[in-house]
């Protein structure tokens, strides 16, 4: 039996692993698309390092872009297999990716009309009618339930705990005569989350791939987020006159935002400005949110006593039309835009940032991780210049986070995650979407708690177990 990295290989993004039985049946652990490397994006993403038509079976972790996003590509380029996933995870897959679809077209046809002479002509990696085809392959499968995929490979799904619908995905494995247990443990959330509940423990197993990104970070900030937020809206709405700027993923991010503007506008401590979120797949989100509150946590059951929208406040609206996305460029007003992508390298929130950076009265907020590549990564990064549509912009605007709002656990929630592991029987721990030189301190920590076999593959690496 065979394990490949096609994918999230010392890099945050791209997630993709592909294990092959001795008979040759192959089964892909995800289909991420690779997001903010810079000019090699678009090679990672035009390359899977493996052929489509002989993958017989995917299980997908969770619907964010970087684990799912290449799904309707891997499906036109040839594979026909089963795709296993939890309900939630293919209700968001779904307009996420039909969303994926529409961005790359939209960008594409913008980068066309702005393409110099010479410069090559840009295309979307898929259309909606590839999702469509994608999503016809989609099997659910509930949480803490086995599920025979063939008699030789058996498949369970726990609450990651990260977004809505999230996995750990566990395969039992039978090859030449003998059992490998083996868990994916996707992207872990964290204990103590704004919205979701924990983790889940899971069986022993023999093979760990195990997700990285904050293997060296903890999410301590000196105040709460809803503090943070206030602080930050108050002197850049109220005292500077400017805008908030607020890049965040649609699924999780966005939710977790409005969540915490709620619970001030609750404590009558929400500032009076106009709130928006332009971003109609983060309205598609919420709602789909909104139709599973049996994931929600025991703290935000109890404000929903008092509240029964807990994503709704006064001043806030959803923006629909690019007509409207445009008009708030030219509403000089203060106001919070919140805007997808998380990592600044897509959707509206470019555009938004382009009209905003130049000005030293706005902020932009970023709340969770950036690619160092990214766009948002720059910035944090405290470039004074980036590039924005290939145009150079100077940064003037006031450049904030808040690095406690993510939904990866940082490395006491990983190492909570795998607290119900004898590490004496992990035969091999194989380090995931992760940075490399976080995931050497992260292997470190990992040796000291007892975990002795642990990997940090190279993209494309393929490793006998």
Same mark, same amino acid.
């Given at each position: 039996?065979? #394990? ?14 592909? #294990? ?65 996933? &939890? ?67 058996? =498949? ?16 039992? =494995? ?91 506008? =609750? ?95 706005? &902020? ?102």
């Amino acid at each position: 039996m065979k #394990i490949a990295f096609h994918g999230a290989a010392r890099v945050v993004t791209g997630s993709k692993h592909l #294990i092959t039985l001795s008979n040759n049946t192959k089964i892909l652990l995800d289909c991420g698309m690779f997001q903010g490397m810079g000019e090699v994006t678009d090679h990672l993403n035009g390359y899977f390092g493996f052929t489509p038509s002989e993958v017989n079976y995917m299980v997908l972790s969770h619907a964010h872009i970087d684990h799912c996003g290449l799904l309707p590509r891997l499906v036109a380029e040839g594979f026909t297999g089963p795709v296993y996933c &939890t309900p939630a995870t293919m209700d968001l897959t779904r307009i996420l990716l039909m969303d994926s679809a529409k961005i790359q077209m939209q960008d594409a046809e913008y980068l066309n009309r702005k393409r110099k002479e010479g410069q090559p002509i840009e295309e979307a990696l898929y259309n909606e009618d590839d999702v469509v085809k994608a999503l016809g392959q989609f099997k659910v499968i509930d949480y803490d339930t086995d599920f025979e995929i063939n008699p030789q490979i058996s =498949l369970r799904l726990t609450d990651a705990g990260h977004i809505l619908g999230s996995a750990a995905v566990h395969l039992t =494995l039978q090859d030449e005569g003998k059992t490998t247990k083996l868990t994916f443990s996707g992207d872990v959330g964290r204990y103590g989350d704004l919205l979701l509940k924990s983790p889940q423990n899971f069986a022993q197993a023999d093979y760990i791939v195990m997700e990285s990104t904050y293997g060296d970070s903890l999410h301590k900030d000196l105040e709460p987020i809803e503090n943070m937020l206030y602080e930050i809206i108050n002197q850049t709405c109220n005292i500077k006159k400017g805008k908030v700027i607020i890049p965040a993923f649609s699924v999780g991010r966005t939710q977790e935002l409005l969540y915490a503007l709620n619970s001030l506008e =609750l404590k009558h401590k929400l500032p009076d400005v106009a709130y928006y979120v332009d971003s109609p797949l983060s309205e598609k989100a919420t709602q789909v949110l909104k139709d599973h509150p049996e994931v929600y946590n025991n703290g935000v059951k109890e404000v929903m006593k008092v509240d029964h929208d807990v994503f709704s406040f006064k001043g806030l609206r959803f923006i629909e039309t690019v007509e409207e996305s445009k008009a708030l460029n030219n509403d000089p007003r203060p106001c919070v835009i919140i805007s997808a992508s998380g990592m600044a390298e897509g959707g509206r929130v470019r555009h938004h940032i382009r009209n905003n950076i130049g000005n030293q009265k706005n &902020t932009i907020l970023m709340v969770g991780y950036c690619e160092p590549n990214s766009l948002g990564g720059k910035l944090l990064a405290g470039n004074k210049v980036v590039y924005i549509f290939r145009e150079q912009y100077q940064v003037a605007a006031e450049v904030r986070s808040i690095r406690s709002m993510s939904a990866h656990g940082d490395y006491e929630d990983l190492l909570h995650f795998l607290g119900g592991q004898d590490p004496v029987k992990v035969k091999q721990l194989f380090l995931v979407h992760g940075e490399y030189p976080v995931q050497q301190h992260f292997a470190q920590r990992l040796n000291d708690h007892g975990f002795k076999q642990v990997l940090i593959p190279q993209l494309h690496q393929e490793i006998e177990i």
